[in-house]
């Protein structure tokens, strides 16, 4: 089954919310599992559960099927959404236009092409989607 994995903000900001509508699209095109994962920050001293997670994306968009909540802690967002990525062995990324210039500053620091899609699909073999807001 595709997987499709959506790193989101808590509580749900309105670029979370496109992001999400997004990937939930692609997930029921796809007739895919939907990983949504939010990743809290250990400098930020917030700790965000599963349970408000998945109630607050409940709320905004009904019951999901083949819906999974993950709730992760890390220093740096974009690594700490690489290991699920990898964990996860996702198909497609669905990431926010705000993020896209995040990943690219940090690709940039690894490779010399910051070509998000390009590096993921290489490296991850894992397709990227960009939602707009």
Same mark, same amino acid.
């Given at each position: 089954?595709?997987?499709?994995? $959506?790193?989101?903000? !808590?509580?749900?900001?309105?670029?979370?919310?496109? @992001?999400?509508?997004?990937?939930?699209?692609?997930?029921?095109?796809?007739?895919?599992?939907? @990983?949504?994962?939010?990743?809290?920050? !250990?400098?930020? =001293?917030?700790?965000? @559960?599963?349970?408000?997670?998945?109630?607050?994306?409940?709320?905004?968009? =009904?019951?999901?099927?083949?819906?999974? !909540? $993950?709730?992760?802690?890390?220093? &740096? $967002?974009?690594?700490?959404? &690489?290991?699920?990525? $990898?964990?996860?062995?996702?198909?497609?990324?669905?990431? =926010?236009?705000?993020?896209? =210039?995040?990943?690219?500053?940090?690709?940039?620091? &690894?490779?010399?092409?910051?070509?998000?899609?390009? !590096? &993921?699909?290489?490296?991850?073999?894992?397709?990227?989607?960009?939602?707009?807001?």
């Amino acid at each position: 089954m595709t997987q499709v994995v $959506v790193p989101v903000r !808590y509580p749900l900001s309105d670029h979370s919310k496109a @992001t999400l509508a997004t990937a939930i699209d692609i997930a029921t095109d796809r007739d895919a599992s939907l @990983t949504v994962l939010h990743i809290n920050q !250990y400098q930020d =001293g917030n700790r965000t @559960t599963r349970a408000e997670l998945k109630a607050a994306v409940e709320r905004e968009f =009904g019951h999901l099927e083949n819906a999974r !909540y $993950v709730v992760r802690s890390g220093l &740096l $967002v974009e690594e700490t959404l &690489l290991n699920e990525i $990898v964990a996860e062995n996702a198909d497609i990324v669905v990431i =926010g236009k705000k993020q896209a =210039g995040r990943w690219r500053a940090m690709i940039r620091r &690894l490779v010399d092409d910051p070509d998000i899609e390009h !590096y &993921l699909r290489d490296e991850l073999d894992c397709d990227v989607v960009t939602a707009e807001p």
